[in-house]
């Protein structure tokens, strides 16, 4: 089983620049959740879904678009980058979210 | 909405030395716990986690944690660390019923253990 991939790994963007962040996996979870890291502040969850077509906001919504069409996909959308998205973000599924998550390698953007 | 408070942002300890990083939670019901530890350039992995039960938990590499919940505490603690334990240790919660079943990280702590 591969888990919970993220591409790319890397990616730089020009502010204003637009983005989607891939996030698959390959378990079966219904539970998808995006994160971001930053340092000083851990993660902070920006969306998560609960089942294909059920999404909602996490704590730092702003800026970012998500969709849940398939059980498997979970892609993170940047509509118009801007320099305070730069961080590294983190993909993470679960069967059951009460019972914890599995994260991805991540994907660290900066945007100049 | 739950909240996680690390109060160690960084820790520095020589090898064989005992560890203790501290872990506070805030929620009107009741949760499940979980250690996370993230080595230098990689993702997250999960080192200890509590439901229910016996509130002292074994995790992996020799850490374990206990759930005091009179003080809404989950401290990770290792007998004598290794070089090799150099990482960055989240705490997290997620409440039982409700919340849909979001993951709360606290802030981190960096460890740095030197030889």
Known sequence: ?112 | AQSVSQHNHHVILSEAASLELGCNYSYGGTVNLFWYVQYPGQHLQLLLKYFSGDPLVKGIKGFEAEFIKSKFSFNLRKPSVQWSDTAEYFCAVTPKTGGGNKLTFGTGTQLKVEL
């Not at chain 1, 620049?17 to 000083?40: F, K």
């Not at chain 1, 009460?98 to 660290?108: A, L, M, Q, V």
């Open chain 1, 1 to 112: 089983n591969a888990g919970v991939t993220q591409t790319p790994k890397f990616q730089v963007l020009k502010t204003g620049q637009s983005m989607t962040l891939q996030c698959a996996q390959d378990m079966n979870h219904e539970y998808m959740s995006w994160y971001r890291q930053d340092p000083g502040m851990g993660l902070r969850l920006i969306h998560y879904s609960v089942g294909a077509g059920i999404t909602d906001q996490g704590e730092v919504p702003n800026g970012y678009n998500v969709s849940r069409s398939t059980t498997e996909d979970f892609p993170l959308r940047l509509l118009s980058a801007a320099p305070s998205q730069t961080s590294v973000y983190f993909c993470a599924s679960s069967e059951q979210g009460i019972y914890g998550y599995t994260f991805g390698s991540g994907t660290r953007l900066t945007v100049v």
